[in-house]
């Protein structure tokens, strides 16, 4: 098992606000025991910043690109490994 940790800011654009991503996003980080926050832009995007151990992030990751409610419709994703962020638990940002 990898322990090695990573962190990542995820962008995604689609129809991805008001169809439940956020919570989606938040029961995946749960699952994953992954720890970090999500957040609506303004721009239409919804913003991911995320941090676990490598394989479980990746598996996070991937859940994230297949959308985790069926009401989201996902139109790019974009990744990009951060230094590592630290925080307790997963949240919504404001």
């Known amino acids: 098992m990898n322990k090695t940790i990573k962190s990542v ?16 996003t ?3 980080a749960k699952h994953y025991n ?4 999500v957040k609506n ?4 995007t919804v913003e991911i910043v995320a941090s ?3 394989d479980k992030l990746d598996s996070f ?4 690109k297949s ?3 069926p009401f989201a419709r996902i139109y790019d994703v974009t990744i990009n490994y951060i ?12």
Do not use: A, C, M
């Open 41 to 44: 832009n303004l721009d239409g």
């Open 61 to 64: 990751i991937n859940k994230i």
């Open 34 to 37: 992954i720890s970090g926050w």
């Open 67 to 69: 959308s985790p409610t």
């Open 26 to 28: 938040i029961q995946v």
């Open 83 to 94: 230094s590592n962020y630290e925080q307790k638990g997963f949240n919504v940002k404001y």
């Open 52 to 54: 676990g151990q490598e």
């Open 9 to 24: 800011k995820i962008i995604i654009s689609g129809h991805v606000q008001g169809v439940g991503f956020r919570y989606s």
